[in-house]
C-alpha cells in the first residue's frame, strides 16, 4: 500500500462525454503526476502538478486537463472523450523539495472505457 | 532525450530458477532508472531504483539490478523465482537531474510466467 488512492477503479463513458478522475496523494507529499496506461503498453506521462500549477506535460492535447488542490489532491479531466481514450489512468504522487524531486509512488488506477 | 528498451515482452521461467529481465536504456544525462512491478489489475509498486550511488542495486522481495554504465543496462534479476513473482515489470528512466522537472519514461513492459 502506497498511500495514493484513485477513484472511481471504474468507469464506462460514451465517446464525446467528458470524464473527471480523482487522486489523493501520499501524506508529505506535494507533487502528482498522472499517467495513462493503454492495455498492453507502458505508462505514459501525460502532465505534473506541483504547488496548483502545471509543472510539466507529456504529448497530449489539450482536452486533457489537471487541477491540484490546496491539500494536494489532484483531478485528471478528459473532454470530448474518443475511444482510444479507453485505459488505465495512474495517479503519482512525490516529494518535490529543495529542486530534487523523489521517488514516485502510484495508485491502484482508474480503468476507463469508452464505447 | 530519455528511453527506455525492454527485451523481452514474455519472459517464461520454472519456479526456483534464475529471473533476468532486460532493460537497456538511453539518456543524455546520469540516468535515474526504475524497475516497478505490476499485479494484473492492480498499479504499479516500486522494486527499486538507482540514484548513482552503488551500482547494485537490493530492492523488494529479493529482486536486484545493476547498473552498467558501458552497455547503458539496467537488468533487473532474481536468484530463485516464486510463484508469486508472476506479473508484468516495467523498467523507467527518469528525467529528474540537476532539478529539472521529473517524470517517468517506461518500457513496454516483460511478462513474468513462472511455472511450478
Known amino acids: 500500500e502506497t498511500g495514493v488512492t484513485q477513484s472511481p477503479t471504474h468507469l464506462i463513458k460514451t465517446r464525446g462525454q467528458q470524464v473527471t478522475l480523482r487522486c489523493s496523494s501520499q501524506?508529505?507529499?506535494?507533487?502528482v503526476s498522472w499517467y495513462q496506461q493503454a492495455l498492453g503498453q507502458g505508462p505514459q506521462f501525460i502532465f505534473q502538478?506541483?504547488?496548483?500549477?502545471?509543472?510539466g506535460r507529456g504529448n497530449f492535447p489539450p482536452r486533457f486537463s489537471g487541477l491540484q488542490f490546496p491539500n494536494y489532491s489532484s483531478e485528471l479531466n478528459v473532454n470530448a472523450l474518443e475511444l482510444d481514450d479507453s485505459a488505465l489512468y495512474l495517479c503519482?504522487?512525490?516529494?518535490?523539495?529543495?529542486?530534487?524531486?523523489?521517488?514516485?509512488?502510484f495508485g491502484p488506477g482508474t480503468r476507463l472505457l469508452v464505447l | 532525450a530519455q528511453s527506455v528498451t525492454q527485451l523481452g515482452s514474455h519472459v517464461s521461467v520454472s519456479e526456483g530458477a534464475l529471473v533476468l529481465l532486460r532493460c537497456n536504456y538511453s539518456?543524455?544525462?546520469?540516468?535515474?532508472l526504475f524497475w516497478y512491478v505490476q499485479y494484473p489489475n492492480q498499479g504499479l509498486q516500486l522494486l527499486l531504483k538507482?540514484?548513482?550511488?552503488?551500482?547494485l542495486v537490493k530492492g523488494i522481495n529479493g529482486f536486484e539490478a545493476e547498473f552498467k554504465k558501458s552497455e547503458t543496462s539496467f537488468h533487473l534479476t532474481k536468484p530463485s523465482a516464486h510463484m508469486s513473482d508472476a506479473a508484468e515489470y516495467f523498467c523507467?528512466?527518469?528525467?529528474?537531474?540537476?532539478?529539472?522537472?521529473?517524470?517517468?519514461?517506461f518500457g513496454k513492459g516483460t511478462k513474468l510466467s513462472v511455472k511450478p
Open positions: 503519482a504522487s512525490s516529494l518535490w523539495l529543495r529542486g530534487y524531486q523523489e521517488t514516485q509512488y
Open positions: 539518456s543524455s544525462v546520469p540516468p535515474y
Open positions: 523507467a528512466v527518469s528525467t529528474n537531474y540537476g532539478g529539472s522537472q521529473g517524470n517517468l519514461i
Open positions: 502538478y506541483y504547488r496548483e500549477e502545471e509543472n
Open positions: 538507482y540514484t548513482s550511488a552503488a551500482t
Open positions: 501524506s508529505g507529499h506535494n507533487t
